[in-house]
């Protein structure tokens, strides 16, 4: 019996008929060019380089006659795209591949069905890249939205030497307001050396916002830091190391805080593989940090603040750290990850038992509950759920007399659907 997980019937319309055709003379790898935000369907269309959009709040399946629109940007980006992002206002989006970013104004919406610009079927649409120069120079890994911003409109950019560039991108000229590194900054004749020992950045994603005390264990009564709420920022190595940022906002003049890296329990000679390629961070509480490897194994820890105290050992080692790189300060944090559960995905289904397979796997959260990822891959689409984030909103909401009782004791696995 066939299960069929298009619910809404969006593999009849047009839209996904036409990219269907395009995709299949790609090359056969996982791009990233597809994002629902307000109801509504965003996808690139690699053939005309421009943005196809559909209102799925209208469609059902016997609804296939539902006309998609197509945001022409004003000026096309010339760079091969590999993955797209929206805001959550869902007023930019960023396109953006190894060698370029663009951002796209989207136009306003109205109507009775809510479509752009009252319903035209090609809609222009303002853009303009993103420091173009610098980054055909120089490959940049991914770019994220800032949760933090209160107008939407901060990027956050990672670059291939160890480099993050915050840009503000309202108003008709994105401007540059930060740039800092995390790990040694190769010189373009290194780049590919360090990648090779794991030594660079290859994701980042955001934990959930600290204020107050909680603050307090990002930063130090030294700090320069103002903002109020802060958003940390976990940055993964190649390596399995995770790093912990803090960065203002609003002041420009303040300098990030760099903690890390990070602990890891239990503790591990491979450090939890030597092929990491993506990290995502769940809004739970405590919040849930998940790891996964070129290999397939997903790491699921949970982020938590521990009392022990800086040892010598470590002090020495921040001490050579900012003697080496007076860019960034690095400190021990009591931020600390404790791994509760690996996962083994089935890369490669349709090969023979003694083939080792391996690709970049990318994590997605869903946006209905916390307790759910989906992660993406060369091979196809698998759907984590997480038990244990049960058990901790159980924990979280018992009284002070019944604590002990609802102790999470983390022995219901996670289960994993292939899609």
């Known amino acids: 019996m066939e299960i069929s997980t298009d619910h809404l019937?969006?593999?009849?319309?047009?839209?996904?008929?036409?990219?269907?055709?395009?995709?299949?003379?790609?090359?056969?790898?996982?791009?990233?060019?597809?994002?629902?935000?307000?109801?509504?369907?965003?996808?690139?269309?690699?053939?005309?380089?421009?943005?196809?959009?559909?209102?799925?709040?209208?469609?059902?399946?016997?609804?296939?006659?539902?006309?998609?629109?197509?945001?022409?940007?004003?000026?096309?980006?010339?760079?091969?795209?590999?993955?797209?992002?929206?805001?959550?206002?869902?007023?930019?989006?960023a396109v953006f591949g190894p060698h370029g970013i663009s951002i796209l104004d989207i136009p306003q919406r109205w109507g009775k069905l809510g479509m752009f610009q009252g319903g035209n079927a090609a809609v222009t649409c303002k853009s303009r890249s993103l420091d173009e120069r610098h980054f055909t120079c120089h490959t940049h890994i991914v770019s994220r939205w800032h949760p933090g911003s209160a107008t939407d409109s901060h990027l956050l950019v990672l670059s291939s030497e160890n480099t993050f560039h915050l840009y503000q991108t309202a108003g008709d000229r994105p401007s540059l307001l930060n740039t800092w590194t995390v790990g040694r900054r190769p010189s373009s004749a290194r780049v590919?050396?360090?990648?090779?020992?794991?030594?660079?950045?290859?994701?980042?994603?955001?934990?959930?916002?600290?204020?107050?005390?909680?603050?307090?264990?990002?930063?130090?009564?030294?700090?320069?830091?103002?903002?109020?709420?802060?958003?940390?920022?976990?940055?993964?190595?190649?390596?399995?190391?995770?790093?912990s940022v803090l960065m203002s906002l609003s002041d420009k003049a303040s300098r990030p805080i760099i903690h890390g890296p990070l602990r890891m329990y239990p503790p591990a000679e491979d450090n939890y593989g030597v092929d990491a390629c993506s990290i995502l961070c769940l809004q739970s509480v405590p919040p849930i940090v998940v790891v996964a490897t070129c290999s397939g194994t997903l790491y699921h820890c949970l982020l938590l603040n521990t009392p022990e105290e800086e040892t010598e050992e470590e002090t020495n080692r921040n001490d050579s750290w900012n003697s080496l790189n007076s860019v960034y300060i690095l400190r021990v944090s009591r931020v600390t990850l404790f791994v509760f559960e690996s996962v083994e995905l089935e890369l490669g289904l349709g090969l023979k038992d003694e083939d080792l397979y391996t690709c970049p796997i990318l994590l997605h959260r869903d946006c209905t509950t916390v307790s759910r990822y989906f992660c993406t891959h060369d091979t196809g689409v698998h759907a984590m759920s997480l038990a244990v984030v049960g058990e901790l909103e159980r924990f979280a909401e018992s009284k002070d007399e019944d604590m002990d009782l609802s102790i999470p004791a983390l022995e219901e696995h996670s289960t994993c659907q292939y899609l």
């Open 9 to 93: 019937g969006l593999s009849e319309h047009n839209l996904f008929r036409n990219l269907s055709k395009q995709v299949s003379q790609l090359s056969p790898k996982t791009r990233n060019v597809l994002e629902c935000k307000a109801d509504v369907l965003f996808v690139w269309s690699f053939e005309d380089s421009c943005l196809l959009t559909l209102n799925i709040k209208t469609s059902s399946i016997n609804q296939t006659d539902i006309k998609y629109q197509t945001l022409v940007p004003t000026d096309p980006p010339s760079f091969e795209i590999e993955r797209l992002t929206v805001n959550e206002t869902c007023t930019q989006v």
């Open 192 to 243: 590919h050396i360090l990648i090779g020992l794991g030594d660079t950045a290859v994701d980042f994603d955001f934990a959930p916002p600290v204020t107050g005390d909680s603050l307090a264990l990002y930063t130090s009564k030294q700090s320069s830091l103002t903002d109020s709420v802060m958003w940390p920022i976990l940055v993964l190595h190649g390596n399995g190391n995770i790093y």
